[in-house]
């Protein structure tokens, strides 16, 4: 089985700009994560998708936002890049359905820096 | 206060040790608990979860859940130089929360 899939692995862009990254989960994972790691924070959860419906979101500001298509695939966009938004992105997918959390597995990410 | 809580190390055993690794955590609400484990310059991988108190094992690990105390732990047995890496304590409810990590150096 093929695992989580994220492109691009790296992006350079320039404050101000925007970028979109891209998800393809595991097939028959119908959950996807959005989580940035920065040395200083760690792993900070930005949102959650099931089912193309929004089902959890983290505290960043509107500028991050994100979407799900209905074959689970996912993209998320992060709009006015600001210098602090350099970061690693990771996606991991899982089941998303149960009564407790499924395991989250995840892809590669995709290392942003912004200049 | 954090979410989820970990020493952040780093932690030093010697092979062939016992490491013990420590995560509590705020929600009363959590239901789910995990343990990743991230080697330098790549993404988490799944070592083991548990959803009810007490102990669960896994070949040289094992995870011990405490929801009186909010308290989740893993241990390894028979350290190995591989074994060397940040381990991640995950928490779910609803959403999953990570702690920040805790380094691992296993010394040959």
């Known amino acids: 089985k093929a695992g989580v899939t994220q492109t691009p692995r790296y992006l350079i862009k320039t404050r101000g700009q925007q970028v979109t990254l891209s998800c393809s989960p595991i097939s028959g994972h119908r959950s996807v994560s959005w989580y940035q790691q920065t040395p200083g924070q760690g792993l900070q959860f930005l949102f959650e998708y099931f089912s193309e419906t929004q089902r959890n979101k983290g505290n960043f500001p509107g500028r991050f936002s994100g979407r799900q298509f209905s074959n689970s695939r996912s993209e998320m966009n992060v709009s006015t890049l600001e210098l602090g938004d350099s970061a690693l992105y990771l996606c991991a997918s899982s089941l998303g359905d149960g009564n407790y959390n499924s395991p989250l597995h995840f892809g590669n990410g995709t290392r942003l820096t912004v200049t | 206060q954090k979410e989820v809580e970990q020493n952040s190390g780093p932690l030093s055993v010697p092979e062939g040790a016992i490491a013990s690794l420590n995560c509590t955590y705020s929600?009363?609400?959590?239901?789910?608990f995990f343990w990743y484990r991230q080697y330098s310059g790549k993404s988490p991988e799944l070592i083991m979860f548990?959803?009810?108190?007490g102990d669960k094992e896994d070949g040289r690990f094992t995870a011990q859940l405490n929801k009186a105390s909010q308290y989740v732990s893993l241990l390894i047995r028979d350290s190995q130089p591989s074994d060397s890496a940040t381990y991640l304590c995950a928490v779910g409810n609803n959403d999953m929360r990570f702690g920040a990590g805790t380094r691992l150096t296993v010394k040959p």
């Open positions: 548990i959803y009810s108190n």
């Open positions: 929600d009363r609400g959590s239901q789910s």
